[in-house]
């Protein structure tokens, strides 16, 4: 018998609850509710006092995203560049280790940027090589490679802009264990279209993030009717994470959570009962 297949949601901590230091929000994150978290790479931080923040929150990690470079000075990954690969290639294993130990089967892969003076066709294949033999590592500790497409406006030249372009890359690098990473606000952003798009790729899907268009509110700040966007993931029977990648419209996080009532924080999201004012 399948398990009755349940989307649930969990915060960004690299976006959400910056009110406090990145080691504090996980505590902030359960308390508000939340049973798990994503976040990018830890950056800077002392990746014990992560784990044992997590730990201490008794939270799930459903994903964290390798190392991606220097992001606040626009870097937006490291495995497609000539000169960086082997940066890439150094933080495999410790990101590989540090899922195994918060227990996390799923690790974003941004592939980075379009480059002066390097040919397009051998940054991509560059970067499937380097997504391939990551995902062969990440296979013996059953771990998931995901593959994300971003938007240009606020990223500048990335690799994969359209969800076809990154499925296409997902489909090139032939290894079972690389899905499509999906993030409707990027997606609203390039290429519109966000149901259809979810019912053509659902197979591939392996990871969802959400936020509004076209200011990276939270839902129902902007032009995107998530009531319908859910009930469209239902039925498609998605049973992943639902990553709150979004930049909060209020004072706080804890404000910015209002659609999304307590209850539904750390079990199975009932779409009637989301608190979308304009919807």
Known sequence: ?????????????SMLFKEVDFVERFALAAKAGFTAVEFWW?????????????KDAELRVALFNFDAGD???????????????????????????????VGCSRLNALVGLELDGVDLTEQLELARDNVAWAADQAAA???????????????????LYTTSAAADFVERVGRDNV?????????????????????????????????????????????????????????LSYGGWVGLEYQPTTATTQESLAWLPREQRSGEVRIEKLHFSSR
């Open 179 to 235: 899905k499509l990473q999906y993030d409707a606000y990027h997606m609203q952003r390039m290429e519109g279209n966000v149901v259809a798009t979810l019912r053509e790729y659902a197979g591939s899907i392996g990871h969802i993030q959400v936020a509004d268009s076209p200011d990276r509110g939270e839902p129902g700040t902007g032009e995107l009717n998530y009531r319908y966007i859910f009930a469209a993931l239902e039925k």
């Open 1 to 13: 018998m399948v398990d009755h297949l349940v989307m649930r949601f969990c915060p960004n901590l």
């Open 42 to 54: 830890p950056s800077g931080e002392d990746l014990g006092r992560v784990e044992t923040a997590i």
């Open 71 to 101: 992001m606040p000075s626009g870097d937006r990954g490291l495995l497609s560049d000539p000169e960086r690969q082997q940066e890439f290639r150094e933080n495999v294993p410790v990101a590989l280790e540090f899922a195994r130990s």
């Open 141 to 159: 500790h059953g771990v998931e490679v995901l593959i994300e497409a971003l938007n240009t406006f606020e990223n500048g030249p990335y690799l």
